[in-house]
């Protein structure tokens, strides 16, 4: 079976998640950590996703790679096609064959997720002996060549020392050594960049993007920070209580967005090219619940448009143009210059 | 600024000993604070950015003399308070506090939010007895809590609701100078601009004087008036925050700069990135000359010899020899 980089059905989306529901079943009762989540990620692309802490981003790629710990949590409703197939059907073992191999995930923090005691080499070689049947020996001669793709220094000596002997940058980039050991078609990234100092994070996002054009695979980029979205996704959504308020491109959910807490986030973040020091616009009050949350716009009790019609019903996402979908009842009235007049108003 | 300032530190230093077997033989000395000077006014807030291990931390807490410094001179208010006696130095404490990162772990569990933001009432003897549960009530308020939480315990509140009861118990001893170490970046980005507002208005309303340490160098170009760029134990660079942000001079100030994302994807397509090799040294062992020579992409044959002094240009400051002194 071909691994290159040419995909046969290019044509077609690489990850298609249609209605994904994710729930966790606690003693306090069932938190809807992701409610009916539809997104498509084609090949060549990165998807952003955006939003702050349990607003469900992770879950929903720990949901896509099924690795949601079961119990509590369970993927209750949804279909997630890679390449056509619904990986929810699959068994665990037949998913073990996917996950490394065409589908694989990079995690925020490098020194939890490789095993203290294994040399790099051996954590590399795991997936190309497994999926690929290489043997020992072209395993780590393998390994070797990734290590040198991630721009590891001394990578022949360095495949057999243990991840406690390199530094968080240089985990990070075996980490997507062994992401893209098997050349998958999608590889998830969650807040990759997030444990690392600001000048190793712009190493390490210069090198996802340039492997990632080497190798057509889907990209989807997890991340709090609208500025690493900015610079790295071809579309982003924001995802809010377990839901996708909006979706974009990346240049228009920028210049035109149309749900208040998107234009929120992004007035709340001060820019590092901004000259005056114009007063910051916090986003009042606290995400909600996710325990048994009504059925009413999640995100109304903080927004500044809200109105009845907001508690009545959660407002699905609604299309503003062919790319572009914003889950506000009142999409059509919202700016950032509108939101700025009524931050205006209520603080009068 | 006129008149003097209410925080002037003089070639600060903080090492700390790495021992070497068993019985600890002195092998060595991390070099975490290894000389720096600045200068604070009253009302003022100073910024001090730099990555991990740059000893931005430990500069603060040498300051406040929570690590007593190496060597090196801390003039508060005209007095050394490197040479205080620790007994005098408790006493100057409640003139300074500090607003920790993590709110969940500088919260003592087992104390309610009124004996929480008490405390420094209670240890410097401000408020009588009597007065202290109005005192606290009129704290909470200033900090946007609502008096009622006064008997709740902090792991029943949000991050930064917690962070605003940290900035409550700091605000307890009327403090003149704060030093706030990293106070918004483990906050939810809708949630730090509430924090960053808070204390703006505190600042206006108290007339408090701010060290602000972050490795957020958005943040703090937005609340800093001056702002000091740490590498290795040393300040490289210090200037008013939009000439240091606009221009700035030393090739580390720049490739931080450039490294930033930016949330606005017109000027993220067009951005040249001063990508730096490799990691910071460690700073047991700094290199010689300029401690930054080993990722710099203009390094010279000189910067390897000699250690390049903060020269002076007009205010801003900044440790190059790109940029020497004028006319020295």
């Known amino acids: ?348 | 600024m006129t008149g003097t300032p209410l925080l002037e530190v003089r070639n600060l230093v903080k090492h700390f000993g790495v021992t070497r077997g068993l019985f600890g033989g002195q092998a060595g000395a991390v070099r975490a604070v290894d000389g720096i000077s600045l200068s604070i006014g009253r009302g003022e807030t100073v910024g001090l950015v730099g990555e991990s291990g740059c000893g931005k931390s430990t500069a603060g807490r040498a300051i406040l003399q929570l690590h007593r410094p190496t060597s090196g001179e801390v003039l508060f208010d005209g007095k050394d308070l490197t040479k205080l006696p620790d007994r005098d130095m408790r006493r100057m404490r409640r003139h300074m506090q500090m607003i920790f990162q993590d709110p969940y772990a500088s919260l003592n569990p087992k104390m309610t939010v009124a004996e929480i933001v008490a405390e420094p009432m209670v240890i410097h003897k401000l408020v009588p007895r009597a007065e202290r549960g109005a005192r606290v009530a009129e704290l909470l308020e200033l900090v946007g809590l609502k008096p009622g939480v006064a008997s709740r315990y902090a792991h029943e509140f949000s991050g930064g609701q917690r962070q605003r009861v940290g900035i409550a118990r700091a605000l307890a001893a009327s403090p003149d100078l704060i030093v706030c170490d990293e106070p918004v970046s483990a906050l939810d980005v809708s949630i730090q601009a509430q924090i960053v507002n808070l204390l703006e208005d505190l600042q206006e309303r108290l007339g408090l004087t701010y060290l602000f340490i972050a490795h957020d160098l958005s943040v703090v170009r937005h609340i800093s008036r001056r702002v000091a760029v740490m590498y290795l134990g040393r300040i490289v660079e210090i200037a008013e925050s939009n000439a240091l942000y606009d221009h700035p001079l030393h090739p580390y100030t720049q490739a931080l700069l450039s490294a930033v994302p930016i949330p606005d994807p017109a000027i993220e397509q067009h951005r040249q990135r001063v990508i730096l090799t490799g990691d910071v040294p460690s700073p047991v062992d700094p290199p010689s000359g300029c401690r930054f020579r080993t990722r710099c992409p203009f390094a010279m044959e000189i910067c390897s010899r000699v250690d390049p002094p903060l020269a002076d240009h007009s205010g801003h400051k900044v440790a190059c020899h790109l940029h020497p002194a004028p006319g020295g």
């Open chain 1, 1 to 348: 079976m071909a691994t290159g980089p040419q995909s046969a059905e290019a044509a077609g989306p690489v990850l298609d998640v249609r209605g994904l529901t994710t729930n966790f079943y606690t003693e306090d009762g069932v938190v809807r950590a992701v409610r009916d989540v539809s997104f498509t990620v084609m090949p060549g692309e990165t998807l952003g996703v955006v939003g702050e802490s349990g607003c469900g981003k992770s879950i929903t790629g720990l949901s896509v790679m099924r690795l949601v710990p079961d119990p509590p949590g369970r993927i209750d409703a949804g279909a997630v096609l890679l390449e056509g197939r619904d990986l929810l059907g699959l068994s665990e073992a037949e998913m073990r064959d996917v996950r490394g191999r065409k589908l694989s995930m990079i995690f925020q923090d490098p020194m939890t997720s490789l095993n203290p005691v294994l040399t790099i080499g051996r954590q590399i070689g795991e997936s190309l002996r497994r999926h690929l049947g290489l043997t020992r020996a072209q395993a780590r001669a393998r390994s070797i060549e990734l290590l040198k793709m991630v721009g590891i220094p001394h990578a022949g000596q360095r495949v057999d020392e243990f991840p406690h002997q390199f530094s968080g940058g240089m985990r990070q980039r075996v980490m997507i050594a062994i992401a893209l050991a098997c050349n998958p078609r999608l590889v998830i990234a969650d807040e990759p960049t997030t444990a690392l100092d600001v000048t190793i994070q712009a190493q390490i996002l210069e090198l996802m993007k340039s492997l990632q054009a080497e190798h057509d695979s889907g990209l989807v980029m997890i991340t709090h920070s609208m500025g690493v979205v900015a610079g790295m996704a071809d579309r982003v959504q924001v995802m809010y209580a377990g839901s996708i308020v909006e979706t974009a491109t990346t240049a228009e959910i920028f210049a035109n967005p149309r749900h208040p807490y998107t234009v929120g986030l992004m007035q709340s973040i001060p820019r590092l090219d901004a000259r005056d020091k114009a007063r910051l616009q916090p986003i009042g009050g606290l995400p909600p619940e996710l325990i048994d949350p009504p059925d009413a716009c999640p995100f109304a009790p903080r927004c500044t448009y809200a109105r009845p019609a907001c508690l009545e019903a959660r407002p699905p996402l609604q299309a503003v143009t062919a790319e572009h979908a914003s889950a506000c009842w009142f999409w059509d009235e919202v700016s950032p210059r509108r939101s700025l007049q009524l931050a205006a108003g209520a603080s009068r």
